[in-house]
């Protein structure tokens, strides 16, 4: 056993081991038994499904693991829930596409599950260089899925851009990091804040504060920081677009959370402004941009722009409450943003892309269930009750209200009212479009009957029966150690 480790160390990473075995295991089953996509999918959903169990057995534990570089807490336990649901829903919506595409799944599921466990220990790190190796296991593993339609001209460059845009902001998150590792003399984040405790910040760690910011700007898509998100939603294939919409968000906004709020309390004043602008320019041109688009997945691309600039509201605010509310944004944002993408996905068949908006004349009359299941997500997306989507804006917009951030609320809802337009805009062309819409009715699978349901069913339920979300949350938010200190600046 490795010094300094303990069987205890081993038991507490249990579910990143179970998801590396599982991954690794599907990877062999795509050379052992090619043809078998069925049997892939199987495995790589059983996989997840483990990986979820065992992370849920872990409620209530709030011990650090791996000398102290990793947490087993309830807000990592959150963040993994909704990673892991993220995924499982993803491969669930990525077996017809990928029969479609001729694409091989194996390589495919694989990615998917080292992303997820990328994205587990960004949720879990107490330790810049852990935050930095997960960040980069998931980021490697989206260079990769957003390329992978290889004869696709649209899917190479995303790729591309993808990684050239996220090298460049990974150099700038690194060194923001090593100024903070300069002035403080450590990377562990309760280092950094004990260090930074009781003493005014010197240019040096403001630059690496800002520096820090700007790289998780980046990975948030949060403006001016936001230049590869519309282009790279479009190009790559649409399953890989909703996972990295949904589940990329949720890991860097954690991320986020644990790097500003455990490791520079101290310092809790210069970020708040930072984020402040950055959450008043993110929400309002995301909504300003997606007015004007006529593509399905740059729409949500430039909608989901402006959802990172409410998410950033639950920053700003820095409270138990704000954290709490952020938190339950996002759980809702998993089920109607996936759902959304889990029918745009549906509209692709061999002979039609199904990426337009004129793409969704009929619809309502071609295959009214699905017709029935958009509407939702759109009302959600767009904050209307009884949906999902408005207990999250709620919460959210309520939270910054009592930190006493009213001005900055009031330009939510504004940015929210200006949402529901091109939100409405996919509902007419459902409903309303005497046009005739493309293609026959849509076939549904089982693979996708069961995303789809899932999705629409956490749209409804959390919008009429929230409390169980916001119980978590909050249990979650609490168990974040500099949220006292952030309470009482």
Not at 198 to 217: C, E, F, R, T
Not at 351 to 374: Q, T, W
Not at 408 to 418: C, H, K, R
Not at 439 to 466: E, K, N, Q, W
Request: hydrophobic share 55%; net charge neutral.
């Amino acid at each position: 056993m490795p010094a300094g480790f303990s069987a205890a160390d081993f038991y507490y990473i249990l579910p990143e081991l179970l998801l590396t075995g599982g991954a690794l295991l599907v990877l062999m089953l795509s050379v052992l038994t090619p043809k078998q996509d069925g049997l892939l999918l199987v495995a790589a959903l059983a996989t997840v499904g483990a990986t979820l169990a065992v992370v849920v057995s872990f409620a209530g534990l709030d011990v650090t693991a791996s000398r102290g570089l990793l947490a087993i807490d309830g807000f990592a336990a959150f963040f993994k829930v909704v990673v892991l649901l993220s995924a499982a829903l993803t491969l669930l919506m990525s077996s017809p596409y990928l029969k479609t595409e001729g694409i091989q799944a194996g390589e495919y599921y694989f990615l998917i599950l080292c992303a997820a466990l990328g994205m587990m220990f960004m949720s879990s790190g107490l330790d810049l260089i852990t935050l930095f190796i997960g960040l980069e296991t998931m980021a490697v593993s989206f260079y990769i899925l957003a390329g992978f339609l290889k004869p696709n001209p649209r899917s190479n460059e995303a790729a591309v851009k993808y990684f050239l845009l996220g090298a460049f902001s990974l150099g700038v998150l690194l060194y923001g990091m090593s100024l903070l590792y300069g002035a403080t003399g450590t990377t562990h984040l309760s280092g950094i804040a004990a260090a930074l405790g009781g003493a005014s910040p010197s240019l040096v760690v403001i630059l690496g504060v800002v520096l820090v910011g700007a790289g998780m700007g980046f990975k948030i898509a949060a403006v001016p920081f936001h230049m590869w998100a519309p282009d790279v939603y479009e190009g790559a294939p649409t399953p890989v677009t909703a996972y990295l919409s949904v589940g990329s968000k949720a890991a860097s906004f954690a991320m986020l959370i644990r790097i500003f709020i455990e490791g520079l309390p101290a310092v809790g004043a210069e970020w708040t402004m930072l984020f402040y602008a950055l959450a008043v320019v993110t929400m309002t041109v995301g909504n300003i941009a997606a007015l004007t688009q006529s593509n399905l997945k740059r729409m949500l691309a430039y909608s989901s722009i402006a959802h990172a600039g409410y998410l950033l509201m639950g920053v700003v605010v820095g409270t138990e409450r704000g954290v709490a509310a952020m938190l339950v944004y996002l759980g809702v944002y998993v089920f109607m943003q996936l759902g959304a993408f889990a029918v745009i996905t549906m509209m692709r068949r061999s002979d039609i892309i199904g990426e337009e908006l004129k793409d969704l004349n009929g619809l309502s009359k071609r295959s009214p269930i699905v017709a029935f299941a958009m509407l939702f997500f759109m009302l959600s997306l767009g904050g209307i009750p009884p949906t999902a989507g408005f207990m999250g804006k709620v919460w959210l917009f309520g939270a910054t209200i009592d930190a006493g951030f009213i001005w900055l609320a009031v330009i939510a809802v504004a940015n929210s009212a200006v949402s529901l337009y091109y939100y409405l805009r996919v509902v007419v062309f459902m409903w309303i479009n005497e046009e005739e819409g493309v293609g026959s009715p849509l076939t549904i699978g089982p693979a996708m009957s069961v995303a789809l349901g899932v999705a629409l069913f956490g749209t409804v339920v959390f919008g009429v029966y929230p409390q169980f979300l916001f119980e978590h949350a909050e249990a979650a938010a609490r168990s974040l150690d500099g949220i006292a200190s952030i309470t009482l600046r």
